[in-house]
């Protein structure tokens, strides 16, 4: 599956937005999707993950309440809504495709998007 995610720009603190990520290829469903995010000079972490028929979703704890994942498997496309931005959540952000029953951890997944920036300025 091929993933090209979308989105990303600059927002002031406190301000939204959304994350998309387009799949083609194999069936999106089939998939567990995640976020991952990477900020400058730090290590690759998980932000949210939903599972294949959008039923269950799981957060970082840094996230949560803030962020909300979904997707629509008839266009094949992950979301991340995020609201309430700070400066730490300043990163380049992945979408990424998972074939077994992990969420959590970067080696569980198969496939990833090639990364979308987002800036928050305090």
């Known amino acids: 599956v091929q993933l090209q995610a979308s989105g990303g720009g600059l927002v002031q603190a406190g301000g939204s937005l959304r994350l998309s990520c387009a799949a083609s290829g194999r069936t999106f469903s089939s998939y567990v999707m995640g976020w991952f995010r990477q900020a400058p000079g730090k290590e690759r972490e998980f932000v949210a993950a939903i599972s294949r028929n959008g039923g269950n979703q799981y957060y970082a704890d840094s996230v949560k309440g803030r962020f909300t994942i979904s997707r629509d498997n008839a266009k094949n496309t992950l979301y991340l809504q995020m609201n309430n931005l700070k400066p730490e959540d300043t990163a380049v952000y992945y979408c990424?495709?998972?074939?077994?029953?992990?969420?959590?951890?970067?080696?569980?997944?198969?496939?990833w998007g090639q990364g979308t920036q987002v800036t928050v300025s305090s």
């Open positions: 990424a495709a998972d074939s077994g029953y992990g969420y959590r951890l970067e080696r569980e997944y198969d496939y």
